[in-house]
């Protein structure tokens, strides 16, 4: 009797399937106790990384509901690759179409700006731009100079008060009444979690995008002030180049 | 393929890095003289873990243990893992490699457990296959590590011990025995711990493994222990230890200590016991 790893592998995932011809105890027994270790190896492990993953949606959502939710993603959306770190990227897309999950609208956004997290904290390391260096440009050029961007950046956009959620569930304290887009940045090995206002976060995607800067400030309006934007991407060294 | 010329890790005891020591580590690492890593842990771009290990590894020769290349499964192996495997240890230049008879990936699913393999001879020739591909793209002799074992398949029709044997003979692989594990499946499967070590090539070995285990029992009554890296090693595996280096000779002892972590203080009397065990070789 045969036992194939597609038999095995449908088995481990539906915990109502016995378990698959031709495994047994030392005595030639169908061993289907001794299956469930690897059937609960996988289920646990894999709901255990999710919420290693997402600590704040597990909050959020509670406990109970997590998991059982984890159940439900970790056999739709089984790893894809042995590199653990970054499982759980269907995470977002899959809250939203998860009808148990509809009550907490602003769940979907905290799971991308969790991934964002640690896409940042593995990021590569690369040498900030020296913090007077946009003083060097001559002015008339300004409009026409484009950014690069450490690739520990990330930005995401929220109409909800993402940040104060994120901070309030991480560090404590009140949620903000406004909509907060989120940047993650990484200024040294720990990631940063900084608000926005909708301005400064509609400036930023362009300028991410590799906008000039002339365009990319009329995203802002009438009357931007770019100065506080350009001193916290400089003070998250989330800038690695000025190119004129 | 084993080249007296290559570094290989020194016969003393290693322990399985946690970031949550690095400090404990840098500043006194006890009898520890060597570490080592899950490689799919440091398969990131950058940032701490990478810089962590690029400090460690200035102090302490490497160990670089894979836990995610399904070794054991029917499909190709996975050419990007492969690749990341090449990269990490072309940049840490680790003095082993090492990874699982076992398979955890089916049609690109990864199902992030170390699972079973009857052990045929198309098993053999799988694996073998596999083995011949790792160790031609990283350059290297690679070790081949004994599961914990639950169940067993009706169709095998080789013991463990002379299916190793027959993969350490057509690729030259060396191999890594885990004494718990061998410990966990003479349990579960009913058979002398002692026998299997009496059966089994060691030779081969470039390095032992030494953890924990949780205690269960089947739906007859029969015990069932679970590898679990999450505990003490117990008595039975010390003496198992005991029992095997002194048909072997010394060996690079590692404790792996994967869930619960306990503090550096516990891994480092841990140590002292594998470091006694190695006394007697002085």
């Known amino acids: 009797m045969i036992t194939t790893q597609s038999d095995f592998r449908a088995a481990l995932l539906d915990p109502s399937s016995p378990a698959p011809d031709g495994v047994q105890n030392p005595d030639g027994v169908p061993a289907t106790k001794r299956f469930d270790v690897y059937r609960n190896n996988v289920a646990v492990s894999l709901t255990d990384a999710l919420e290693t993953a997402f600590p704040v949606v597990n909050k959020l959502a509670g406990t109970d509901f997590f998991r059982a939710m984890a159940g439900v993603y970790l056999r739709a959306h089984p790893p894809t690759s042995p590199v653990m770190m970054f499982y759980g990227e269907d995470m977002p897309d899959f809250l939203a179409g998860f009808g148990p999950a509809q009550s907490v609208p602003y769940l979907q956004e905290m799971a991308r700006l969790e991934l964002a997290l640690r896409h940042s904290y593995h990021a590569a390391d690369v040498t900030p731009i020296e913090p007077d260096a946009l003083a060097k440009i001559a002015p008339d050029t300004l409009p026409n100079v484009t950014f690069g961007f450490a690739p520990s950046v990330h930005l995401i956009a929220s109409n909800f008060p993402l940040h104060s959620i994120w901070w309030a569930n991480t560090h404590g304290g009140d949620i903000a009444k406004v909509a907060q887009p989120t940047l993650i940045t990484r200024p040294d090995f720990d990631p940063a979690v900084d608000a926005l206002t909708r301005k400064q976060a509609a400036v930023l995607a362009a300028l991410i995008n590799g906008d000039p800067l002339g365009k990319a400030l009329q995203n802002g309006g009438a009357g931007f002030d770019l100065g506080p934007l350009l001193g916290l991407l400089l003070s998250r060294n989330a800038l690695i180049s000025i190119n004129t | ?282």
């Open chain 2, 1 to 282: 393929m084993l080249d007296a010329t290559k570094p290989s890790l020194p016969y003393t005891p290693g322990v399985g890095y946690k970031a949550q020591h690095f400090n404990d580590i840098m500043q006194d690492a006890g009898p520890v003289g060597w570490l080592e890593v899950h490689a799919e842990n440091y398969m990131g771009m950058g940032g701490r873990p990478l810089a962590q290990l690029r400090h460690l590894s200035e102090k302490f020769p490497f160990s670089v243990h894979g836990v995610g290349l399904s070794i054991g499964g029917i499909g190709r192996l996975d050419a990007d893992h492969l690749t990341r495997l090449k990269t990490l240890c072309d940049w840490l230049k680790p003095a082993s490699f090492s990874e699982h008879l076992a398979w955890s990936t089916h049609e690109s699913a990864f199902l992030n457990d170390l699972l079973p393999l009857p052990y045929t001879s198309a098993t053999v020739k799988r694996v073998a296959d596999h083995i011949d591909e790792v160790q031609s793209t990283l350059g290297r002799q690679m070790l081949l590590e004994n599961p914990s074992s639950y169940l067993a398949f009706a169709e095998s029709d080789m013991s463990e011990t002379d299916f190793l044997a027959e993969v350490v003979a057509r690729t030259g692989c060396g191999l890594l025995l885990d004494v718990n594990n061998v410990f966990v499946s003479a349990t579960n499967l009913g058979y002398s711990p002692q026998s299997y070590i009496d059966a089994y090539p060691l030779d081969a070995v470039r390095e032992i493994h030494l953890g924990g285990h949780d205690e269960d029992e089947d739906e007859t009554g029969a015990p069932l222990l679970i590898d679990s890296h999450g505990a003490e090693v117990v008595d039975p595996v010390w003496a198992l230890l005991d029992y095997t280096l002194a048909k072997s000779g010394p060996k690079p002892l590692l404790i792996e200590w994967d869930t619960d972590v306990p503090e550096w203080a516990v891994l480092v009397e841990e140590t002292k016991r594998a470091d006694t065990a190695l006394s007697v070789f002085a």
